[in-house]
């Protein structure tokens, strides 16, 4: 099993910038793939972003804007997401999940996820 720990959320005022990490623990050799997701109330969890644990290649939600962009550290054990420009409607928790499959994603385990408020 994989634990994952999101940090980096809080608030922010419309046109800022925030980056969420995700440091993972466990069974991290298993891992495909790492993403980002994000949830509102009422509404499924939205995929954002993916990128694959051994290689650096990357796929991103349909939906997602330019302004969100997954990195990782592997060496820390640790998945970034950079947002900027960010908007109210950018407001939600948001989730890193580690990957058993990308396209569709297959989902190893959840972080608790984190809040992103994004004030007008």
């Known amino acids: 099993q994989v634990q994952l720990v999101e940090s980096g959320g809080g608030l922010v005022q419309a046109g800022g910038s925030l980056r969420l990490s995700c440091v993972a623990s466990?069974?991290?050799?298993?891992?495909?793939?790492m993403g980002w997701f994000r949830q509102t109330p009422g509404k499924d969890r939205e995929f954002l972003a993916a990128?694959?644990?051994?290689?650096?290649?990357?796929s991103y939600g349909a939906s997602v804007p330019g302004r969100f962009t997954i990195s990782k550290d592997k060496a820390r054990n640790t998945l970034y997401l950079q947002m900027n420009d960010l908007k109210t409607e950018d407001t939600a928790v948001y989730y890193c999940?580690?990957?058993?499959?990308?396209?569709?994603?297959?989902?190893?385990?959840w972080g608790q996820g984190t809040q992103v408020t994004v004030s007008s």
């Open positions: 999940a580690s990957l058993l499959k990308v396209d569709p994603p297959l989902i190893g385990s």
């Open positions: 466990g069974r991290t050799f298993t891992m495909h793939a």
């Open positions: 990128i694959t644990w051994s290689g650096d290649s990357t």
